[in-house]
């Protein structure tokens, strides 16, 4: 229902009620202050072309070959802090123009998202951010596939709060996951109500589980290197049934950001359409006023209950607990580095969590150095390793091949759509997880495999079928030759720039190094190596016909990167 | 015995020998399959696990008609109770008279249900050792599934009675014990969605094929790639190099497996299934399920299945898995189970006339699985997690129209109420599996290979096939 004066009402009261309600009614434009021991000059030596090659691939969503060779006249510590001091790219104002021009009865695509996303993963300066907040997408993990199907202004705001606090604290990362309309919606504790014994109606349960489960503390309790504490022989499970049920009764009361909080506010979202861009607010007429007991902590029965301080006491008790470090540590190394983390190194990155160096926990910054400069990640002596690294996940290549090339999009916007489709794209779309247990799990295993008999885990071979794996084959070979995005005039709107190949097409053998190096981190075998240099070496570059060479050349770069795309030593990034 | 398949046999029997030590009984069984498959080479059984993801609401699936039952159920339920009036009623020939009401979605279920086609089995769910009531449960420490009420873990634990992270699941071990029957092992176990630990075990491996078939590697054969004549020899040389040639490279030669895997069976696939297309009528989709998510997976199923004796095929035992998601209903569950269920209804009758069609329907049972049931409370507009739930189970082969295993009394605080009218299961997969693997062809003494709990049931075959 409009209502004009109401909503001038509100203009009027806005500064005053923004001065006293920011923390919850709109996010924060800078992650809070945390203190952090002075960063030196640091006097790490320069990488090698592969070596920082394979390091910007972990760290980015791929790298050009100008990000290689800046890295080699720096070093990995350098790089990560001019990282951390580059700007935000937003999302969200690439869907705003969309939004703005909505006509009556009209909603937003999906497909405006998945543009934002790859024009972002593919040119966006903050790559680390950029590609730290995919990771994190795929740990706090909602979905367009669902309820949130249209709601894509709340899926890039969704997207630049993890970018945001990427570079932030744990603490503040988990309180606006918890608080985002996106979650709210995705995992239901949105409107949810407080227990009514006259009905017999009791809170939605759904948050307080994956809060834990998912998100916070994981099903069991682990040492801080990431194996299971025993008792008895036995693991220990971290929370019962009663202390989600207890949890559970924190989780109501939040709804629809708004000033008043008026009862009409927490049901309806209708008066203002901004609820999916900012932070659920507790309605403490409909929070839980009864004791709530979870993992210890007992807030006692209050006729008053504050659904705001509650959040706090349960976000506070989920963040000290000894889990966290661990349990989202290790899953960061999964997403950046390698499957199969040693327990040395999962304790490693838990101690930066623990402890940033000057007494802070969960300082993001340190934990992603931690995860990323670790000796486990950079040594080659894990690249020796047969069971190090990680199937590197379909998103990754497409987006690394756009970044290798300079890709860029003709239209502007990066025109991309749906890429579900494992059977002819790559089975996997940007924020389109088929549940909060994200496109694959981190602790899965490939039934039946050598990954089972080493008792491995293979998180992204969850996503790898007889089907995905002739899809993405033929999707890439599709996409070296002509491109990627929606067509216009029969031309894709995502076109690559070989340019620099070419130029060095005429020798098989530097152009094959050259495709390694941006690739694979120079990791093809010899016989790799050779076999596209031989087939590669059929393409004949006539002599004295320039139009007819140019195509010979880009038609060398295009089968060695297609040789090289689908070649094991490129499917998995080590 | 062809010659193939006691080659086959042969190997298999090698394969199976070399496990002796830890399952004594492996190698007896892949005999008795042999054997009983040689007395008739027309013999073929299937069954199709429809497994609902994110936990199917039970209670709103099945619910009692008679006053007091629906009484209970409406005063627990509240807002979200079926009105009674709109339950479709069917009446199990073993339920002493006592009359239930499906889902208003599941129409073509009921009528299933009528013809005899579809029996309900009761409060089934993850057990290790019965349990005698929720007070059992509750005061002491008796053997339980680890991990309730977690979506990812109870998944898991129905299809491999181990938390996420299990390897072998009971439709995977029963494939192990069977494929000997088959001339390409490959297609014992398919999945139309995804690596399914049900369909995993030692030596099985399931065939993930999409809904219209497998997909082929392009150029693989192109006599040039760019007007390079060794291009396409390089790329598949390239594409499967990760299987042998990467000195060990554990996850390489585990992708480099799927990819070798993908290229045999494809080839195989496409000229089997070329010879039932998705327009032939037996299993061409009605119009209002053309682009069903669920229906569209058993088509294929139903395609695998008109195609069994193809030569390319040669199957005799198979195990299929298909599966819907979405179930999770936390909220807005009226619109949303409907919604569901009208695609599951549809979608099994569907598939109960196609084998009709392919003269198959006393040889394939489809049943459904689910995360758990969920609780009774209502949460304002959905339901929480729970434990049992109620499942379908249709085929020629199905005793139908009748209702096995213990229906729960519908309330709580109930004897089989562990919390929120979450139910206590009153029947174990392990039965359920059995009675399912028993018809397949396992036999008694293998069971416990492939259902190690089962002992620790009183009955192994709860009656629901013939």
Redesign the interface.
């Known amino acids: 229902m409009f209502r004009p004066l109401q909503l001038l009402a509100l203009a009027v009261a806005l500064p005053l009620l923004l001065a006293s309600c920011a923390s919850h009614m709109s996010w924060p434009s800078e992650p809070r202050a945390i203190p952090r021991p002075a960063r030196l000059a640091s006097t790490e030596p320069a990488p090698t072309p592969a070596e920082a090659s394979r390091f910007l691939q972990q760290a980015t969503f791929g790298p050009s070959m100008g990000e290689i060779e800046a890295l080699t006249r720096s070093n990995f510590s350098s790089w990560v802090d001019q990282q951390m001091a580059t700007k935000q790219t937003l999302t969200a104002p690439l869907i705003e123009p969309y939004y703005k021009a909505l006509k009556k009865g009209e909603n937003l695509k999906q497909d405006q998202y998945f543009s934002a996303f790859w024009k972002t993963s593919a040119t966006a300066p903050d790559q680390l951010r950029q590609r730290v907040a995919f990771a994190l997408s795929e740990i706090f993990v909602i979905s367009m596939d669902g309820m949130l199907d249209v709601k894509m202004r709340a899926i890039a705001n969704y997207h630049d709060m993890l970018a945001r606090n990427a570079f932030g604290d744990f603490r503040t990362l988990i309180e606006e996951v918890s608080r985002h309309p996106a979650m709210g919606v995705y995992l239901s504790h949105l409107r949810n109500l407080k227990e009514d014994p006259v009905k017999g109606r009791v809170p939605d349960e759904n948050y307080a589980r994956e809060v834990m489960q998912l998100f916070t503390i994981g099903l069991q309790e682990l040492n801080p290197d990431g194996t299971l504490k025993l008792r008895n022989g036995e693991p220990i499970e971290t929370y019962t049934n009663e202390d989600i049920t207890g949890l559970a009764k924190v989780f109501t009361g939040f709804s629809y950001g708004s000033f008043e909080r008026a009862d009409q506010d927490f049901h309806n979202a209708g008066r203002n359409p901004d609820w999916e861009i900012r932070p659920m607010v507790g309605y403490n007429q409909f929070h839980s006023g009864s004791e709530k007991r979870f993992l210890g902590v007992t807030i006692p029965a209050s006729q008053f209950p504050s659904a705001d301080d509650d959040l706090k006491i349960a976000m506070d008790r989920l963040f000290n607990h000894p889990n966290v470090g661990p349990f989202f540590g290790r899953q960061l190394i999964q997403r950046l580095v390698t499957s199969n983390p040693s327990p040395a190194y999962v304790r490693r990155v838990t101690e930066a969590f623990n402890n940033n160096g000057a007494g802070v926990r969960g300082d993001m910054q340190a934990v992603i150095r931690a995860v990323l400069l670790d000796p486990e990640a950079r040594s080659a002596a894990s690249l020796k390793d047969a069971g190090f690294g990680k199937v590197r996940e379909p998103i990754l290549r497409l987006s690394q091949w756009m970044r290798a090339f300079n890709a860029t999009s003709i239209a502007g916007n990066f025109d991309m759509y749906n890429t579900d489709n494992p059977g002819n794209a790559l089975g996997q779309s940007p924020m389109r997880s088929p549940t909060v247990f994200n496109f694959y799990r981190p602790g899965y295993v490939p039934p039946g495999s050598m990954v089972a008999k080493r008792n491995m885990v293979a998180p992204e071979m969850q996503i790898v079928s007889e089907s995905s794996v002739a899809g993405y084959a033929n999707f890439i070979q599709s996409v070296i030759d002509g491109g990627v995005g929606r067509a216009a005039n029969n031309k894709r709107d995502i076109q690559p720039d070989y340019s620099a190949q070419m130029a060095l097409a005429d020798s098989t053998d530097r152009l094959v190094a050259h495709i390694d190096l941006l690739l694979t981190a120079s990791q093809l075998s010899p016989e790799s190596r050779r076999r596209i240099s031989e087939a590669v070496n059929e393409i004949r570059i006539p002599a004295n016909n320039p139009t007819q060479a140019e195509n010979a050349r880009r038609n060398r770069v295009k089968l060695a990167t297609l040789l090289t795309m689908v070649s094991p030593e490129y499917l998995v990034q080590k | 015995m062809s010659h193939n398949t006691r080659r086959e046999f042969l190997r298999h029997s090698a394969a199976l020998a070399t496990l002796r030590a830890v399952s004594p009984w492996a190698l007896q069984l892949a005999g008795i399959g042999a054997a009983a498959a040689a007395s008739d080479p027309r013999d073929y059984r299937a069954i199709v696990c429809l497994f609902m993801?994110?936990a199917n609401d039970c209670h709103n699936t099945v619910v009692p008609l008679d006053r007091a039952g629906y009484d209970g159920y409406a005063?627990?339920r509240?807002?979200i109770a079926i009105p009674r009036n709109e339950l479709l009623p069917i009446k199990p020939g073993n339920a002493q008279g006592r009359e239930f009401g499906l889902h208003p979605s599941l129409a073509p279920v009921q009528a299933l249900f009528d013809k005899g086609n579809a029996a309900i089995l009761a409060n089934v769910g993850p057990l290790i050792v019965p349990i005698k009531d929720a007070n059992t449960f509750r005061s002491t420490t008796i053997a339980r599934p680890?991990?309730?009420?977690?979506?990812?873990?109870q998944e898991a634990i129905w299809q491999a009675f181990s938390p996420?992270?299990a390897?072998?699941?009971w439709g995977?071990k029963m494939c192990d014990l069977l494929s000997g029957m088959n001339g390409k092992h490959t297609f014992t176990a398919i999945s139309t969605a995804?690596?399914a630990?049900f369909?995993?075990?030692?030596?099985?491996?399931?065939?993930?094929?999409?809904n219209?078939g497998?997909?082929?590697?392009?150029?693989l054969a192109a006599k040039?790639?760019?007007?390079?004549?060794?291009?396409a020899?390089?790329?598949r040389?390239?594409?499967q190099?990760?299987a042998s040639?990467?000195?060990?490279?554990?996850?390489?030669?585990?992708?480099?497996?799927?990819?070798g895997?993908?290229?045999e069976?494809?080839g195989l696939v496409s000229a089997a299934l070329a010879k039932l297309p998705e327009n032939d009528a037996r299993i061409a989709l009605p119009a209002d399920l053309d682009k069903d998510r669920l229906a569209q997976q058993l088509r294929i199923v139903a395609r695998m299945i008109g195609v069994r004796e193809d030569e390319n095929m040669q199957q005799r035992r198979q195990v299929f898995y298909v599966s819907l998601?979405?179930f999770?209903t936390?909220?807005?569950q009226l619109a949303k189970q409907a919604e569901l269920l009208t695609s599951v209804g549809k979608s099994i009758a569907y598939f109960q006339q196609a084998m009709e069609a392919l003269g198959v329907a006393d040889k394939v049972t489809l049943f459904t699985a689910s995360d758990f049931g969920r609780?009774l409370?209502?949460?304002?507009d959905?339901t929480?997690?729970g434990w049992g739930g109620h499942h379908f189970i249709v085929g020629g082969a199905v005793k139908g129209g009748q209702l096995y295993g213990q229906f729960p009394e519908v309330a709580?605080r109930t004897s089989t109420d562990v919390?929120?009218g979450r139910l206590l299961p009153t029947t174990s997969v392990d039965q359920y599996a059995a009675t399912l693997g028993k018809w397949m062809g396992v036999s008694r003494s293998d069971l416990p290979v492939v259902l190690p709990n089962l002992g620790n049931f009183a009955s192994a075959d709860l009656g629901f096939l013939g």
Do not use: C, W
């Open positions: 993801r994110g005063a627990a509240q807002d680890p991990k309730l009420f977690s979506h990812n873990d996420e992270g390897k072998m699941g995977g995804g690596n630990v369909l995993a075990s030692e030596k099985t491996v399931q065939y993930q094929i999409t219209s497998a997909v082929a590697f392009n150029r040039d790639i760019y007007g390079s004549t060794k291009a020899e390089a790329l040389a390239q594409i190099s990760g040639a990467m000195g060990g490279e554990v996850l390489a030669q585990e992708y480099g497996n799927v990819v895997r993908s290229i069976a494809q998601g979405g999770d936390h909220d807005n609780a409370l209502n949460n304002g959905g929480d997690h709580l919390g929120n």
